[in-house]
């Protein structure tokens, strides 16, 4: 499961792909897949996060994409 979670240009610019984190909501851990902007997401930079395990809703797509 992939969550994308909202975050500031600066906070973007520190975090790597690959890196392991931990979501608050929920508590869940996994690995950052993407960082940067998401087109029909409005303003921010995002991150995309796999979960370690497969909880959630999200497969990490936008409208289909």
Do not use: H
Not at 20 to 39: A, D, F, H, S, T
Request: aromatic letters at 4%.
């Amino acid at each position: 499961a992939t969550q994308l979670t909202m975050i500031l240009e600066d906070e973007a610019a520190a975090i790597a792909i690959g890196s392991r984190c931990q979501v608050k909501l929920g508590n869940r851990r996994g690995e950052v897949k993407y960082v940067g902007k998401v087109k029909g997401l409005g303003a921010g930079f995002w991150l995309g996060i796999l979960l370690d395990d497969p909880e959630g809703d999200s497969d990490g797509k936008i409208a289909g994409k």
